[in-house]
């Protein structure tokens, strides 16, 4: 019995250190343009890669960094520039157009959130100008989208950063990137969104 025990520690052990080892995929990086801004963004993305486990976020290998483009996620997931001296609006807006790739996978259960935040929020703006995502459609997939980027900066940084985070992108949606109402209903419906995505089973790995 001793024996056996022994062995199930020692394999616990070897388990956790795999754990603790765990490492970012290496990802593709790509340049539109080959500007010193687009390199800039590049290698602050390459070392905040470095400096944190995002292992658990990655959902498509490929990058694009095209400082003329507002960030999506499909056909290829693509960045600008605009954040290159702002690691934690750059690192947010990754796991951000990597939970759309996550989301897409998830099939029906996505499609079931969506359309229950949908109803949940009759009021959703379309427009980017009104802190929308452009339509009303992309308004309520992105509740859930930055409810998830949330919770992904609470694990990441801590819940005082992940709501730093949250005040920035409303100030930068009021400049006109928009989201702003988006991000304002992450910030003050928590208990309700949370429980949305739980619901419908969009917990990423790690963040049940």
Not at 86 to 96: E, I, P, T
Not at 120 to 128: F, M, N, V
Not at 135 to 163: I, K, N, W, Y
Not at 175 to 183: A, D, M, N, T
Request: proline share 4%; net charge neutral.
């Amino acid at each position: 019995m001793r024996k056996v025990m022994l062995v199930l520690v020692a394999n616990l052990v070897v388990f956790g250190a795999s754990l603790a080892a765990a490492e970012t995929p290496p990802l593709s990086i790509e340049l539109a343009h080959d500007s010193a801004r687009e390199h800039q963004a590049r290698d602050q993305i390459e070392r905040l890669l470095k400096q944190y486990d995002l292992s658990r976020w990655i959902f498509t290998k490929k990058i694009l960094i095209d400082q003329g483009q507002r960030p999506h996620s499909h056909p290829v997931l693509t960045l600008n520039a605009r954040y290159a001296t702002n690691d934690r609006l750059m690192l947010s807006g990754l796991v951000h157009e990597q939970i759309h790739w996550f989301l897409v996978a998830k099939g029906r259960d996505a499609n079931k959130a969506i359309a229950e935040a949908g109803q949940r929020y009759p009021d959703a703006p379309e427009s980017i100008a009104n802190g929308g995502a452009g339509t009303r459609s992309s308004t309520t997939l992105h509740l859930v989208v930055c409810q998830l980027e949330f919770e992904s900066m609470r694990a990441l940084l801590g819940p005082d950063a992940a709501t730093a985070i949250l005040r920035e992108q409303i100030a930068e949606g009021v400049s006109g990137l928009g989201y702003q109402w988006i991000y304002q209903k992450v910030l003050d419906d928590q208990d309700q969104l949370s429980k949305l995505v739980r619901k419908h089973k969009l917990t990423l790995p790690g963040l049940e």
